[in-house]
């Protein structure tokens, strides 16, 4: 199986700052790499999808980059709307597999 | 507009059997595949297994194989999750969603599924 580490499971910041969420896979997933954000109580969302594109109506603020093992997350500036539980995960297309990283939850310093 | 409308909210006691539906809308169903994550109380999300409602193939999480079922009907778009005996273990969130390539683009609104004696 292929595991994922996603860091930091925490992480606080002040409105405007540039956060950054990283995960890491066992082995190389090529870019089957997708981010989505959970809100408190909601459904969560797709964000990025292979690793660096945008989905459709999400805001440029958010953009991931990476392939092979290392995979980065950025907010480029945090809004307050952003306050939510953040998610990678890799697609196995050998099996198929789907494994979710551990979550980030971000919070407002 | 693409929808995912999951049936509601359940209290079940261990034993008891349960299926909980995701009705499709606004795409072609047969077309897509449907995947079911869990969400245990305080936790993250968690692949249970996936559908392909145009010839009901089927794939499972080696960690849940065999302790759901499920299944699909063609003719109400509709996705199902099954237990034939529930545990405690079992209380959680379920979202359906619908994948495309290798990603979960649309999702239910999930189904609270509350097992207790």
């Known amino acids: 199986d292929i595991q994922m580490t996603q860091s930091p499971s925490s992480l606080s910041a002040s409105v405007g700052d540039r956060v950054t969420i990283t995960c890491r896979a066992s082995?190389?997933?090529?870019?089957?790499l997708n981010w989505y954000q959970q809100k408190p109580g909601k459904a969560p969302e797709l964000l990025i999808y292979?690793?660096?594109n945008l989905q459709t109506g999400v805001p440029s603020r958010f953009s991931g980059s990476g392939s092979g093992t290392d995979f980065t997350f950025t907010i480029s500036s945090l809004q307050p709307e952003d306050i939510a539980t953040y998610y990678c995960q890799q697609y196995d297309n050998l099996f198929p597999m789907y494994t979710f990283g551990q979550g980030t939850k971000l919070e407002i310093k | 507009e693409v929808q995912l409308v999951q049936s509601g909210a359940e209290v079940k006691k261990p034993g008891e059997s349960l299926k909980i539906s995701c009705k499709g809308s606004g795409y072609s169903f047969t077309s897509y595949w449907i995947g079911w994550v869990r969400q245990m109380p305080g936790k993250g999300l968690e692949w249970m297994g996936i559908?392909?409602?145009?010839?009901?193939?089927?794939r499972y999480s080696p960690s849940l194989q065999g302790q759901v079922t499920i299944s699909v009907d063609k003719s109400s778009s509709t996705a199902y999750l099954q237990w034939d005996s529930l545990k405690a273990s079992d209380t959680a969130m379920y979202y359906c969603a619908r994948r495309t390539s290798s990603w979960f683009d649309y999702w239910g609104q999930g189904t609270l599924v509350t097992v207790s004696p």
């Open positions: 082995q190389d997933i090529n870019n089957y």
């Open positions: 559908i392909f409602p145009g010839d009901s193939d089927t």
């Open positions: 292979d690793a660096s």
